[in-house]
């Protein structure tokens, strides 16, 4: 199951009880557990915003789809070729449902280090993996080099996504540079040495730039921040 198309619910288990063979079928009508399952993943969509914005933006101006298969974005990749178990959600986040009632899942993670998206955890590829997880979490991994927007709030999917929002940079290299568009403002975040540094073209609002454990915000009105990575 995804939600609204763009995020898995951890667990089959989960999946099952929403898709007996009723015509009624919501989170509250089953447990508490179920509400708190539905609820953490739907907020973490809704502070996913900002990406899947841009991520729609793209599938209706370019015509890449939102969910899209590994071998469209790894074409090169001989691994990637017949995956029906995964997919990218964007060009940045790999998404692997867990469809086990023990939670088991294996995925295949392509070539550069990868970041649990939920853990910080680190994995390279390219291999295969396999873990088990819980009812609250699920394999959602970040590409090496990528900078996610994650927005302020967690309660509706309508607000300015650009307010607040946090700038995760995720194993950029030396000379890479980033352009993160969200909403009608532009980010550009880029890595000289061990220094990132990153600008916003319209900073009317406070914003943040974190990557690993290291974070730096600006105030309303800054529109560039350099961050200090560790060594």
């Known amino acids: ?10 667990s089959n288990r989960f999946t099952r009880i929403l ?12 447990d508490e557990e ?8 739907i907020r973490l969509k809704l502070r996913l915003m900002p ?20 071998v469209l974005e790894f074409p090169g990749d001989p691994g990637c070729a017949h995956l029906e178990r995964q997919y990218m ?22 070539e550069g280090t990868w ?10 590829g390219p291999r295969w993996v396999r ?8 394999p959602l991994l970040v590409r090496p080099g990528a900078v996610i927007p994650v927005g302020a709030r967690d309660d509706r999917p309508d607000y300015d996504h650009a307010d607040g929002v946090t700038l995760r940079a995720y194993g950029l290299r030396p000379g890479d540079e980033v352009t993160v568009p969200v909403g009608d403002v532009t980010f550009t975040v880029a890595r000289e040495g061990n220094t990132l540094s990153a600008t916003c073209t319209a900073p009317k609002a406070a914003w943040t730039l974190t990557a690993g454990t290291r974070e730096i915000q600006a105030t309303p ?11």
Request: charged letters at 20%; a negative charge.
């Open 89 to 110: 959600l964007g060009p940045d986040l790999l998404v692997a449902p867990v469809f086990s009632d023990e939670g088991d899942v294996t995925y295949y993670v392509p």
């Open 221 to 231: 009105g800054t529109d560039s921040l350099t961050l200090e990575l560790e060594r």
């Open 1 to 10: 199951m995804t939600l609204a198309l763009s995020l898995p619910v951890a």
């Open 34 to 41: 179920s509400v708190d399952v539905a609820r953490s993943f």
């Open 131 to 138: 873990e088990r997880h819980g009812f609250l979490s699920a």
């Open 19 to 30: 898709t007996a063979h009723s015509s009624y079928r919501v989170p509250w009508q089953f």
């Open 115 to 124: 970041t649990h998206f939920l853990t910080g955890e680190t994995v390279t």
């Open 51 to 70: 990406y899947l914005y841009e991520a729609a933006r793209t599938a209706h101006t370019e015509g890449l789809p939102m969910m899209r298969a590994m």
